[in-house]
């Protein structure tokens, strides 16, 4: 994890680790999970920019901080136009020309897009989903774009 302190346009960090979580859990309103970042050396401060403002001595408590904790996901995660999620958390899947309704596990939604885990069952690199709103059959034979289903190229990624 990389803790950073800004004062006077000026930017200064530390190296720490996580912790642990508090049992909080997850804001909804502040998007944050309560969590504690250990620094084992809070005087080894590093200076990120070329101002004249001095480094603050230490790391101490009561400061208000920024925290980035870099993590590796164990699941892979695809992000599709929210659009296409349907009622019940599906999408009418794209492949081999045909629509197939299945089931997907979103886990973030943002700025027109929803992230969902990554299964080769549902979803796989590359498969298109249907964004329009219209009725289908499963398993249909898809239509063009100008005779009623509308899909998006390319959009599981």
Same mark, same amino acid.
Request: hydrophobic letters at 40%.
């Given at each position: ?14 190296a ?52 980035? !904790? ?5 699941? =892979? ?7 296409? @999620?349907?009622? *019940? +958390? %599906? &999408? /009418?899947r ?12 979103? !886990? ?5 897009? =929803? ?7 549902? @979803?796989?690199? *590359? +498969? %298109? &989903? /249907? ?7 499963e ?19």
């Amino acid at each position: 994890a990389r803790v950073s302190y800004e004062v006077g346009g000026e930017r200064f960090s530390w190296a720490g680790r996580l912790s642990r979580y508090e049992n909080a859990g997850f804001d909804e309103m502040t998007r944050m999970v309560p969590c504690r970042i250990r620094v084992d050396d809070p005087f080894a401060v590093q200076a990120e920019g070329e101002g004249g403002v001095f480094a603050p001595p230490a790391l101490v408590r009561g400061m208000f901080v920024s925290v980035e !904790v870099q993590v590796d996901p164990q699941r =892979v995660l695809w992000e599709i136009p929210e659009d296409a @999620l349907r009622p *019940g +958390d %599906r &999408v /009418a899947r794209v492949r081999d020309g045909k629509l197939k309704m299945v089931s997907v596990q979103p !886990v973030d939604a943002q700025d027109g897009t =929803v992230i969902v885990l990554a299964d080769a069952e549902t @979803l796989k690199l *590359g +498969d %298109r &989903v /249907a964004v329009s709103p219209t009725p289908f059959l499963e398993n249909a034979p898809l239509t063009t774009q100008g005779e009623g289903v509308e899909v998006e190229e390319q959009v599981v990624r």
